[in-house]
């Protein structure tokens, strides 16, 4: 729905295989790993940065790229059942 409104994603840092093919096709770059999204932020910072669901630790060198502001989203009761799992961990519980 972004892109459908003409913004532009820079790029995805990918810990699931199904986004990662999402974002072949739609011809976005994507990243491995927090060192490779650390390194493409020095030479063009994010004006927005969204985290939705995501396994990885953002360092100080990510997030203090980030020009306007930041999303953060997490399908569960945080911070108890924090994570990718957030759901059925809070349901088990």
């Known amino acids: 729905m972004a892109m459908d409104m003409g913004h532009v994603i820079g ?4 810990a ?5 093919d999402w974002t072949a096709r739609a ?3 994507c990243l491995d790993n ?8 020095k030479f063009e910072p994010a004006k927005w940065f969204f985290f939705v669901v995501n396994p ?8 203090g790229r980030v020009r306007q502001g ?3 989203y997490y399908d569960g009761p945080l911070p ?14």
Do not use: M, Q, S
């Open 80 to 93: 108890r059942y924090a994570g990718t799992h957030a759901t059925p961990w809070a349901l088990l519980a």
């Open 70 to 72: 930041a999303f953060n």
């Open 16 to 20: 699931d295989a199904i986004f990662a």
């Open 27 to 29: 011809n976005i770059l």
């Open 56 to 63: 990885f630790v953002l360092p100080a060198k990510v997030t």
């Open 11 to 14: 790029a995805a840092l990918c």
């Open 34 to 41: 927090v060192e490779e999204l650390a390194t493409l932020l």
